[in-house]
């Protein structure tokens, strides 16, 4: 299982929602307003910028699927589109059921 993070403008996210809803088996996510600010170069002045945070726990053969759905909804061209970053998920739980791994996020 992996976790994706996708750091994504706000006025793209709509669009990043319906790519995942149109899938086959949309993933389940969670998103959360976030601020901040990235490399920024040095004569330029680091200032704050608002971004959805979108995270979703997938299968290991999902992970290109949801990445490529991310990018394709959310990408303008544009400096600033966000980042998508992934990591390993080594144990899940659904608390409820006492269901492990796998069956926790299908």
Do not use: C
């Given at each position: 299982?992996?976790e ?22 949309p ?8 601020r901040g600010?990235?490399h920024?170069?040095?004569e ?12 979703t726990?997938?299968p290991?053969?999902r ?15 544009n400096?600033?589109?966000?980042k ?23």
């Amino acid at each position: 299982m992996k976790e994706i993070k996708a750091f994504i403008r706000t006025n793209m996210i709509d669009y990043v929602i319906d790519g995942l809803e149109a899938l086959p088996e949309p993933p389940g996510i969670t998103l959360s307003d976030v601020r901040g600010w990235g490399h920024v170069k040095a004569e330029d002045k680091a200032r704050l910028t608002n971004r959805i945070k979108l995270e979703t726990v997938v299968p290991d053969e999902r992970v290109a699927e949801i990445i490529d759905t991310i990018i394709q909804k959310g990408k303008t061209g544009n400096s600033g589109d966000g980042k998508i970053f992934i990591s390993e998920v080594d144990k899940a739980i659904r608390i409820r059921t006492g269901e492990i791994d796998d069956e926790v996020i299908r």
